[in-house]
């Protein structure tokens, strides 16, 4: 409600700026609550207007947050393309920050579509982006999404040693959301490796944490990973 009201008052000025970051703020919030079609409403508005006011900054923002957007609509091809224009936008203004939150987007929707050489060098130009600018949640995320194209690989030595890193820097800022998502991976190769026992006490650590948080989609995935161990340990050896 906060951001209808702020959006209304600025509209009631023509304060055509002020509308358009309203609207970003707005959309992200949408966002988190998974109205994911007024969210890209929102920003469809707000880059039409960053658009006309000559906000490039602005308008880089508004497209990452809308590759976001349509990353979990599903709806690749479309992220793909706004990450791509921000990531130039980022690259025109000289925002290192914003090239890193572009590239590692950009690597998560190239990942979906199983463009796995293109994720990891993305990946690789984020991460090193974000070791030289300090950004530890970055550098964790990107890590991740790196461990993620090595477990699709099937090397998991190399995705295991990706996720430990990310997982010490994970719990090292505190992010328990990110350490359970690590922690579920990591678990997953292990379970991969028919190292079982490893990746059970992973499982009921992240559960304990996962219920910790109200992480619903976690502690269902650690459910059902924790099902297909007990089921593999009951498999007679060949």
Do not use: W
Request: include cysteine; charged fraction near 25%.
């Amino acid at each position: 409600m906060m951001y209808e009201e702020g959006l209304a008052v600025a509209r009631s000025t023509g304060d055509q700026h002020t509308v358009a970051d309203i609207l970003v703020l707005l959309a992200q919030n949408e966002a988190g609550q998974s109205n994911f079609v007024g969210a890209e409403a929102a920003l469809t508005e707000a880059l039409a207007i960053f658009e006309n006011t000559g906000n490039a900054r602005s308008r880089a923002t508004a497209l990452r947050v809308l590759g976001y957007v349509q990353r979990v609509q599903y709806k690749y091809p479309e992220a793909e393309a706004s990450l791509t224009e921000a990531l130039a936008i980022y690259n025109m203004v000289g925002s290192d920050r914003g090239r890193a939150n572009a590239l590692h987007g950009l690597g998560d929707v190239q990942k979906l579509q199983s463009k796995i050489e293109e994720a990891e060098a993305t990946f690789l130009e984020s991460l090193a982006i974000y070791e030289s600018s300090g950004g530890k949640l970055g550098q964790a995320n990107t890590l991740l999404g790196l461990g993620d194209l090595r477990e699709a690989r099937s090397e998991y030595i190399e995705a295991e040693a990706v996720y430990t890193q990310a997982l010490t820097i994970y719990e090292s800022i505190g992010n328990d959301r990110g350490r359970v998502n690590c922690a579920l991976s990591l678990a997953q190769v292990r379970f991969r490796q028919a190292r079982y026992a490893e990746a059970k006490a992973l499982i009921n650590g992240t559960t304990e944490i996962a219920e910790g948080i109200n992480y619903s989609g976690a502690i269902g995935t650690s459910k059902i990973l924790l099902e297909e161990i007990i089921e593999a340990e009951r498999r007679p050896e060949p």
